[in-house]
């Protein structure tokens, strides 16, 4: 009798030190995801915009990559209705027509997403990975600012050395990086100061239209794939129109794929898929390994900035990118037992995606024994998109 009480629990034991081992990998993988996602499309961008040749058009890889995400979106609510076209094109015509009000919401976060996307291409070409991979840290500042000031979110001690931290790393690095932009910019035909500038908007918009995204789509109940249909379709409607502003003479000239190689290509992919992917693998990641990811990406983009562009390292950016670094992980410790939550530590592969209100539509896709890793897991939305 007791033989037989024991080992029901025996079982049970095994059962949950299996799934807690099963989880623990599932997190490694996840930070694997995070950290390669992260350095890829910076240095890819990187690569693709200082290569000799004939250069792509920009505003079209943005469009293409809008296009890619909302097709493969399509996709996966089809796969979730098991390939019933009749009640995936219900499912929109109530969630995209019927329910318009819900829809025509996200027009402004797709147009500050749009805008990102072609700032981060212009930020990237002027300036080298690893000093926009520190830089871009500041949308984590501006995050928390709006968030403060939208959302009357309160932030810790630690969050706020944290943040002190991250400007005074950025702005040491920027203060390196000015010595050097006379030798490097103008050799090489690029704008350090728009570079700059390009960035900062684009930090000021992540931190905006993620908070904004999550003031308005608070408690609502939609799909995180039927939301990036949502925003898709305002992307690349608004893409389009950017497209035909700034290129739309020389597109219609030389064609919409002009410059297109297997690497423009690789870049627009990472850029499409990049965030959908993070949607899965996030609900592993907690704040601590979100932020160790972003902190291992840079050390991985300035050690591969080094052997692929020649990127200088002296002893202002290694303190700079160092006081980055620590504040990105800081600003990522949870706050001790009593604080409020916070909830603003950000991905930049995140940044695509809303809140996760839609974790179920998910599940079809991931291990039934990992639905516990995302109790209490409650990131934001930041930009990236």
Request: hydrophobic share 45%.
């Amino acid at each position: 009798m007791a033989g037989g009480n024991h080992s029901p629990a025996a079982e049970e034991k095994a059962g949950s030190r299996g799934q807690s081992e099963g989880n623990r990998k599932l997190k490694y993988i996840s930070l694997a995801v995070l950290v390669v996602q992260n350095a890829s499309l910076i240095l890819s961008i990187r690569y693709v915009r200082t290569l000799p040749g004939d250069r792509f058009f920009t505003t079209s890889a943005v469009v293409m990559a809008e296009v890619l995400k909302v097709l493969t979106c399509l996709f996966i609510i089809l796969l979730q209705k098991r390939f019933s076209v009749k009640e995936m094109v219900l499912l929109l015509l109530d969630s995209i027509v019927f329910q318009y009000k819900d829809t025509l919401k996200l027009a402004v976060p797709s147009l500050i997403y749009t805008l990102q996307n072609n700032l981060q291409y212009v930020a990237i070409s002027n300036l080298p990975a690893a000093t926009f991979q520190v830089t871009y840290q500041l949308k984590i500042l501006t995050t928390a600012l709006f968030s403060v000031l939208m959302l009357r979110k309160s932030l810790s001690k630690v969050q706020w050395i944290s943040l002190l931290l991250l400007f005074a790393g950025v702005a040491i690095v920027q203060v390196q990086q000015e010595g050097n932009k006379e030798t490097s910019s103008t050799s090489s035909g690029q704008n350090y100061v728009v570079g700059v500038v390009a960035v900062v908007i684009s930090c000021l918009s992540s931190g905006f239209a993620g908070v904004y995204f999550e003031k308005i789509l608070k408690g609502s109940a939609a799909s995180v794939w039927v939301r990036n249909v949502q925003l898709g379709i305002f992307g690349i409607v608004l893409g389009l129109l950017g497209m035909w502003w700034n290129d739309g003479a020389a597109i219609a000239d030389q064609g919409f794929f002009y410059g297109y190689t297997n690497m423009v290509w690789c870049v627009i992919f990472n850029q499409a898929f990049g965030g959908l992917l993070v949607a899965v693998v996030v609900k592993y990641a907690d704040n601590i390994l979100k932020g160790f990811a972003t902190s291992f990406s840079i050390i991985v983009s300035t050690v591969t900035s080094i052997y692929l562009f020649g990127f200088h390292v002296d002893l202002l950016f290694t303190v700079g990118a160092g006081l980055v670094i620590g504040a990105v992980y800081m600003y990522s410790l949870p706050k001790a037992p009593g604080g409020s939550s916070s909830s603003l530590s950000s991905s930049s592969a995140s940044a695509t995606l809303p809140r996760k209100d839609g974790d179920a539509d998910m599940e079809p896709f991931l291990p039934k024994n990992s639905q516990q890793a995302k109790t209490g897991q409650h990131t934001a939305a930041s930009s990236e998109h």
